[in-house]
């Protein structure tokens, strides 16, 4: 059994191969107008990335990975309970990562039936508990820099990404004068236009969710980091979440290492909205 599942991996790893894509065609997405990220960063600095879902670091993997270089320290809150496979591909996918400390909320995890019938409610009526428990987070750990997801439609139209970046992004500018908060960054990943149209737009998510919050996509990316000398640490913290190979594979976080040097400068950096106290 364990050699027939082997044999299915790989397949579908190989359904990915550099011969089916077009990496010319998908080089030409990237926005070499954005400006390049820059902060400074030491080893005094803290980092703490908010999720709901364990794979979901994997999509900021080169940030974080290139703050780790730079001597960050860095936390993971996921605020979505999982079984203990999920957990392992969590813990794993962290330890590639560098990601120092994963904390795990346990609030409800919907399955992709309830999000496409928008019946999350316990996401839609226990905001305030989030809120808190991301706020708790925030003082115990006293981050400088914050990660989301975007506040605009969750990435693809998730509403559980949405709600967690929402309510980060409401802790951040709540408290932009209060001297004792220590966060000064809150990065909020994003795409190019051309990038949004090619992985994100045809997610059955996407169309409700642009009619919901009466909006016209992603906000428009002010920093890119590139991370193509990163790639290969981000591709195996996604090799970890093996139950999500799929999702993964979709949205060209993993992909066949055949087609290692033109995935990584088709997909050569990632973006973000970076909002600033």
């Not at 990601?99 to 905001?127: A, C, L, P, R, T």
Request: aromatic share 10%; net charge negative.
């Amino acid at each position: 059994m364990k050699h027939a599942a082997l044999l299915i991996i790989i397949a579908m790893i190989s359904a990915c191969s550099g011969s089916k894509v077009d990496y010319k065609k998908i080089a030409a997405f990237q926005d070499n107008s954005v400006p390049e990220l820059t902060m400074d960063i030491s080893d005094t600095t803290r980092v703490l990335a908010i999720f709901p879902h364990a794979d979901d670091e994997t999509i900021a993997g080169g940030l974080i990975l290139y703050l780790k270089q730079k001597g960050a320290a860095i936390h993971l809150l996921t605020l979505c309970e999982h079984n203990e496979m999920r957990m392992n591909e969590l813990n794993c996918s962290a330890e590639k990562l560098g990601i120092e400390n994963v904390e795990v909320s346990g609030f409800v995890n919907n399955s992709w039936e309830d999000i496409m019938n928008n019946n999350i409610s316990f996401w839609y009526d226990n905001k305030d508990s989030i809120k808190q428990t991301i706020t708790n987070k925030i003082q115990q750990f006293k981050p400088h820099i914050l990660i989301t997801y975007d506040s605009e439609i969750g990435g693809y139209g998730h509403p559980e990404h949405l709600v967690s970046a929402e309510l980060t992004e409401d802790i951040f500018l709540e408290n932009s004068k209060n001297p004792g908060f220590t966060p000064e960054y809150l990065l909020q990943i994003t795409l190019t236009d051309e990038l949004e149209n090619f992985l994100v737009a045809s997610s059955p998510a996407y169309e409700p969710m642009l009619k919901k919050q009466n909006s016209s996509g992603l906000p428009a990316p002010n920093a890119a980091l590139d991370i193509r000398s990163f790639w290969p640490q981000k591709n195996e913290a996604a090799y970890c979440h093996t139950s999500q190979f799929k999702t993964l594979k979709k949205f060209y976080i993993l992909y066949d290492k055949k087609a290692t040097e033109k995935h990584q400068l088709a997909f050569s950096h990632e973006y973000y909205k970076v909002i600033t106290r």
